[in-house]
Structure formats: structure tokens, C-alpha cells
T-cell receptor, first 114, second 111 residues
Framework: NAGVTQTPKFRVLKTGQSMTLLCAQDMNHEYMYWYRQDPGMGLRLIHYSVGEGTTAKGEVPDGYNVSRLKKQNFLLGLESAAPSQTSVYFC?????????????FGSGTQLSVL | TQLLEQSPQFLSIQEGENLTVYCNSSSVFSSLQWYRQEPGEGPVLLVTVVTGGEVKKLKRLTFQFGDARKDSSLHITAAQPGDTGLYLCGAGGTSYGKLTFGQGTILTVHP
């Protein structure tokens, strides 16, 4: 059982380059999320999806786009990378069983924009 | 947007000591989750508290939810080097399962 898988694990970009981060989950979860983690700032929500074909903005969406064409995949795109987007990116999916809720996180993508 | 203040930001202690991490807000939460994160990995859920005044124990870890559901604490008894990591609190209460996270507490337990 792989859970939540993120690729790539590391990436270095030059300012202005584009890239896509892939998140895949095999738990049939409806809800998926993209967070970024910066020192001293915890996790901040970028975008999220409540089901296949749906996406919504989170707390810090500027400079990012997302797509959820298939239920198991949630893609995060950077069209024109900026140094301020240097961060560690985490994808998560949500398990809900009655009143029990839990987020499952991937192992992260460390992105450096030079 | 709920704002969560987590303290302390850093904690460096010796094996066997006790410690407490706090998570506070001016807003009421519907639930509060505590996660632990190791280097190079994503956060892993430790516990969820949902009822004001609730206390949950997980071996040497004790989690408490404030009566007014605005604050929570994590207490570790007799810390061990294996407890080293980043501890995050995350508050529910918004739609679509979105969590608002505190800044995190980096705990280092020295042998």
C-alpha cells in the first residue's frame, strides 16, 4: 500500500522555468491538498480539490495552478518559477470515516528556484 | 482564517526530561490534530481531539484540548531521542477538511 506518492523528490529550477509536481494516492480519497512548508511558517495551503474535476484556491494560491483530471492524481504546476517559490511542497489526501478524519501526507518535494 | 500560535518554536532537552508544547488561537476549533514530522518525510498524525477538556494519551504523550476549544497542549514524559522531530498542530473548523497549521515546534532530545 503506497499511500500518497509525490514526484519528483528534489528539483532545481531557474527563475522563469516551469514545472509540474505530481501527487498520486491509492486510497480512493475524494479530497486532496497541496501545502508548502517554509521555516517558521508551518504548512500553508496552496490549492485543494474535493473530487475529480474540481479545484479551489487555498491560502497562498498565487503563482500556482492545479488539475485533478483523475481521482487518484493531483498535479501542481508552476508556470513561471520565482525564488519566492523555493520551498518544500507536500501533497495530502483526506480519509474520513464518520467523525474520524485524518490527512495522509506524501514525503514532499524540495524545490529550489535560483 | 484561523491563526494558530505554537510555542516554543525550538526545544532542546536531555533524555528523560519532560516537556510541553502549546498551540493557541483566539478562534474556536471544531477539532485539533497533532502531527509529528521527521526530516525528509511528511507529517504523520498522532492524535485528534474534538471535545473541550478532552485528554488523550499515546504512551508517553498526553494531549489536552482546552475547555473553550481555543487551545491545546502536547506533553511528553521522559523524552527519548526517538521523540526528536517537528511537532505540528493543525486546526479544523473550516470547510472541506482544510487544516490551518501552527508554525511547528522543533524538538531535539539529546542522549
Amino acid at each position: 500500500n503506497a499511500g500518497v506518492t509525490q514526484t519528483p523528490k528534489f528539483r532545481v529550477l531557474k527563475t522563469g522555468q516551469s514545472m509540474t509536481l505530481l501527487c498520486a494516492q491509492d486510497m480512493n480519497h475524494e479530497y486532496m491538498y497541496w501545502y508548502r512548508q517554509d521555516p517558521g511558517m508551518g504548512l500553508r495551503l496552496i490549492h485543494y480539490s474535493v473530487g475529480e474535476g474540481t479545484t479551489a484556491k487555498g491560502e497562498v494560491p498565487d503563482g500556482y495552478n492545479v488539475s485533478r483530471l483523475k481521482k487518484q492524481n493531483f498535479l501542481l504546476g508552476l508556470e513561471s518559477a520565482a525564488p519566492s517559490q523555493t520551498s518544500v511542497y507536500f501533497c495530502a489526501s483526506r480519509h474520513r470515516d464518520g467523525g474520524d478524519e485524518k490527512l495522509f501526507f506524501g514525503s514532499g518535494t524540495q524545490l529550489s528556484v535560483l | 482564517t484561523q491563526l494558530l500560535e505554537q510555542s516554543p518554536q525550538f526545544l532542546s532537552i536531555q533524555e528523560g526530561e519532560n516537556l510541553t508544547v502549546y498551540c493557541n488561537s483566539s478562534s474556536v476549533f471544531s477539532s485539533l490534530q497533532w502531527y509529528r514530522q521527521e526530516p525528509g518525510e511528511g507529517p504523520v498524525l498522532l492524535v485528534t481531539v474534538v471535545t473541550g477538556g478532552e485528554v488523550k494519551k499515546l504512551k508517553r504523550l498526553t494531549f489536552q484540548f482546552g475547555d473553550a476549544r481555543k487551545d491545546s497542549s502536547l506533553h511528553i514524559t521522559a523524552a527519548q531521542p526517538g521523540d526528536t522531530g517537528l511537532y505540528l498542530c493543525g486546526a479544523g473548523g473550516t470547510s472541506y477538511g482544510k487544516l490551518t497549521f501552527g508554525q511547528g515546534t522543533i524538538l531535539t532530545v539529546h542522549p
